[in-house]
């Protein structure tokens, strides 16, 4: 199944549910008042929407999510590689690090990450 698109405001409607998912929709309301300044009725409209592009689902006024953040993210970052790098992950790495200082440990982080897909 492929992954939903969801735009910028979705997604930040979309952290918010994954940090307190179960959740009451009256409460979320309350919640993307406070974090979002959204009205009721924007939220409701965000919930409608992605209930129907089956990223949440809303049973009995609990909302809780269908796709994960990890499946949003890879399908992010997918996009923009074959988007803007012609699909050419050594592309982006270049250009994410060029202006990127790693530390030791990210370099540690990154060997570790090649090194365990090698032994795939």
Do not use: H
Request: charge should be negative.
């Amino acid at each position: 199944m492929e992954t939903p698109k969801i735009f910028e405001s979705e997604f930040r409607f979309c952290q918010i549910l994954w940090n307190n998912e179960p959740i009451n929709s009256t409460d979320l309301v309350k919640v993307c008042e406070e974090k979002l300044s959204w009205k009721k009725s924007t939220t409701y409209t965000v919930i409608r929407r992605l209930v129907e592009r089956g990223v949440l689902k809303n049973e009995n006024a609990i909302v809780t999510s269908v796709v994960s953040k990890d499946a949003v993210q890879v399908s992010e970052i997918n996009d923009l590689v074959e988007r803007t790098f012609d699909g050419s992950l050594p592309m982006f790495i270049a250009a994410f690090t060029k202006n990127q200082e790693l530390s030791k440990e990210d370099i540690e982080a990154i060997r570790g990450m090649i090194e365990a897909y090698e032994e795939k």
